[in-house]
Structure formats: C-alpha cells, structure tokens
C-alpha cells in the first residue's frame, strides 16, 4: 500500500524520521491553498522557499527515497 500522509492541520510541519535530533532536514505539511496538495521545505530554513507538489507525487518521492540507506 502505498504511503499516505497523515492528516494534520495546514500549519502542522513534518520532519524526516532520518533528521535525528539535529532537525537538519526535509519537512512537510499539507499546503494551506492546494487541496491534496504537499509543501516541502529545509528544517534549517524554516522561513525559506518551499516546493508544492501534488500527493501522488509526494507518494512516489517518498517510495523511491525508502529504497535507498542512508
């Protein structure tokens, strides 16, 4: 089954599992205008430009990013 992303509030932010405890990574949130939309951004820059992508992209970054270790 593919990966969803769990359902949080627009200004709820995500951060990779793999950022540890230094919160140096990727993050994400459901966008706040685009219904079924994803905005990824860098941890380190939390008031930095983000990428919006569609969920089902999001979906296939995600898959394709778990088959690789890091």
């Given amino acids: 089954m593919p ?7 627009p200004d709820e932010w995500t951060t990779s599992s793999h ?7 990727v993050r994400w ?8 939309c994803i905005e990824i951004g860098d941890s380190k820059d939390p008031d930095g430009p983000t990428l919006t ?3 089902p992209v999001w979906r ?4 394709f990013a778990r088959t690789f270790e890091v």
């Fill in 3 to 9: 990966h969803r992303p769990p359902r949080l509030a």
């Fill in 19 to 25: 950022s540890g405890q230094q919160g140096s990574c």
């Fill in 53 to 55: 992508v569609t969920e």
């Fill in 60 to 63: 296939t970054f995600v898959a």
């Fill in 29 to 36: 949130r459901r966008d706040r205008t685009a219904a079924d």
